[in-house]
């Protein structure tokens, strides 16, 4: 499903933020990526919806390889995945159901069928009776609750969060982490960089570390060798 | 396409003041081009009206059979470089001089001018080389004495013409080029300041072709009004001039529509290439 192979990114001005990634994520599978400020978490994440292109390596995602993609094969990847960010990127103007069909809206979707999903997704992360308010109205975690919607509403395959909890107290990261668990356990992957090991620690799932660029620690190293191995 | 349209409106209401700064700038610098169009057509009018009376006359020698001169005018007729052909005899060629020479009409009380015939040149004929040629065809006829056709100033006026519509053509290009730059800087304010919706709609998976719209769309309705607004500025100067100065004439409504159309894709070109700026980097 996603797929690294010897990666490495390296910017101009940078410098080398990753070296040699190699990793694999299954379908349905939770896994978090730690490391400390500018490890390379980030620029890891923008590799899986290919806002950037390994300087070196492949990625794979979702069939969609790096090397040669098009920018319209990236517009069409990124329908099928969700991205959600610490500071929300929420359309201020518009109310929740408006940035959440707004997602919809932007892929063409059939205008019929575009209530009806938005309506679903909301409700998905209990915001249903929020549909009309502002973002500004609104409290930290409920923003993010609808980041994650708007993720949701074209039943993404994998949700991307970079730091989803990075903005949010501790009630408010407990709400959204739980969030984030419903929806892996419907079936939808989450691969979510975050600072916060408490968190790390009491869920169980799957750990990534990186340091410097690379990766350290794979606590489903195991595990991945085997995914690998069938891949080939 | 409908979403497109309501993005436009959304840009157009969530900053208002830079859809009219950028209308604004784009009318002036549109009404710059169009004081300059005014200027060239005007210039162009005026040649074509000199041009017109570009003429071969040819003198016929005395005692010309009427029937030899009407011939020799159906051949010349015929000519397709010709326009007209017309007889004129020794007392209208004497009436004509007198009234062309006004108070000193009487100098011409008793003298004698020979017959001629006059002939008009088809417009897209009358440049020199043509002028010469014809004028050398007719010069072979046995009964014309001489010919005229004012050699220097046909040369001077075609001259003129040539370098009026060369500096017309690349003066008006750098015009265009200006406002295509003013227009493209002016969506570029529009563009930055709608980023971030740039970004949440790549994120989403919009395709590079649906996030242009909106701004074409944009680019386009800016180009319109700026051109209408620099049409009716343009207007209002030539009316100004045509009071106080000299008499001018106003575009066609063929030529202000070609202008309004041509602001549009000045619009729509300017906002294509500034999107297109800002979707190469992100």
Same mark, same amino acid.
């Given at each position: ?77 990124? !329908?099928?995945?969700?991205? /959600? *960010? =610490?500071?929300? @990127? ?10 959440? $069909? ?68 501790? !009630?408010?990261?407990?709400? /959204? *982490? =739980?969030?984030? @668990? ?10 979510? $960089? ?39 | ?38 200027v060239a057509v005007n210039i162009r009018k005026t040649l074509g009206e000199v041009e017109s009376r570009v003429e071969i006359r040819a003198f016929l020698a ?7 001169v009407?011939?020799a005018m159906?051949d010349i007729g015929a000519f397709p470089e010709v326009s007209r052909v017309e007889y004129v005899?020794?007392?209208s060629a004497?009436?004509r001089a007198?009234a062309e020479l006004g ?10 001018l020979p017959a001629s015939i006059d002939i008009r040149m088809r417009e897209g004929h009358r440049d020199p080389e043509t002028v010469k040629m014809i004028a050398g065809r007719i010069r072979s006829f046995?009964f014309v004495d001489d010919i005229r056709y004012g050699e220097d100033w046909v040369d001077k006026l075609y001259r003129i013409r040539n370098v009026a519509t060369a500096t017309g053509l690349v ?75 000299i008499?001018?004439a ?33």
């Amino acid at each position: 499903m996603i797929r690294f192979q010897h990666v490495y990114k390296e910017y101009p001005r940078t410098g080398l933020v990753l070296q040699d990634v190699s990793l694999f994520v299954g379908k349905g599978e939770f896994v978090f990526l730690t490391g400390p400020s500018g490890a390379g978490k980030s620029s890891l994440l923008k590799l899986i919806y290919m806002e950037e292109l390994p300087t070196k390596g492949d990625v794979w995602v979702s069939g969609v390889r790096s090397k040669g993609v098009k920018r319209k094969e990236v517009a069409k990847l990124r !329908r099928k995945l969700g991205v /959600v *960010f =610490q500071d929300f @990127r929420l359309l201020e103007d518009r109310t929740a159901e408006a940035n959440v $069909a707004f997602a919809l809206e932007v892929i063409d979707a059939p205008r019929s069928t575009i209530q009806s999903k938005v309506a679903r997704a909301l409700t998905q992360v209990g915001l249903a009776a929020k549909g009309t308010s502002m973002p500004r109205e609104m409290s930290g975690g409920e923003q993010q609750r609808v980041a994650i919607a708007r993720a949701l509403v074209n039943d993404p395959f994998v949700l991307v969060a970079d730091e989803p909890t990075g903005n949010l107290d501790e !009630r408010a990261t407990r709400g /959204v *982490f =739980q969030l984030l @668990r419903d929806i892996n356990a419907s079936g939808t992957a989450v691969v979510m $960089a975050t600072h916060n090991l408490e968190l790390v620690r009491r869920s169980g799932y799957r750990t990534i570390e990186i340091n410097r660029g690379q990766v350290v620690f794979d606590s489903g190293d195991g595990d991945r060798e085997k995914k690998v191995e069938v891949l080939a | 396409m409908r979403l497109a349209l309501r993005e436009t409106m959304i840009g157009f209401r969530r900053a208002p003041m830079l859809s009219v700064l950028s209308i604004t700038t784009i009318a002036f610098s549109l009404f710059a081009f169009g004081l300059f169009s005014l200027v060239a057509v005007n210039i162009r009018k005026t040649l074509g009206e000199v041009e017109s009376r570009v003429e071969i006359r040819a003198f016929l020698a005395d005692g010309t059979p009427v029937e030899v001169v009407s011939a020799a005018m159906g051949d010349i007729g015929a000519f397709p470089e010709v326009s007209r052909v017309e007889y004129v005899s020794p007392d209208s060629a004497l009436a004509r001089a007198r009234a062309e020479l006004g108070e000193f009409k009487d100098v011409f009380e008793s003298a004698f001018l020979p017959a001629s015939i006059d002939i008009r040149m088809r417009e897209g004929h009358r440049d020199p080389e043509t002028v010469k040629m014809i004028a050398g065809r007719i010069r072979s006829f046995e009964f014309v004495d001489d010919i005229r056709y004012g050699e220097d100033w046909v040369d001077k006026l075609y001259r003129i013409r040539n370098v009026a519509t060369a500096t017309g053509l690349v003066l008006g290009l750098a015009f265009a080029a200006v406002a295509v730059i003013i227009i493209g800087a002016t969506i570029r304010m529009a563009v930055m300041a709608r980023a971030r919706e740039i970004s949440i709609m790549r994120l989403v998976g919009a395709t590079d072709a649906f996030i242009r719209r909106p701004f074409l769309i944009d680019g386009f309705l800016k180009g319109v009004l700026g051109g209408l607004l620099a049409l009716g500025l343009t207007w209002f100067a030539s009316q100004v001039i045509s009071r106080n100065f000299i008499q001018t004439a106003f575009f066609s409504r063929g030529l202000a529509s070609l202008g309004l159309l041509g602001g549009a894709l000045l619009g729509v070109i300017g906002s294509s290439l500034s999107v297109g700026r800002h979707l190469r980097k992100v």
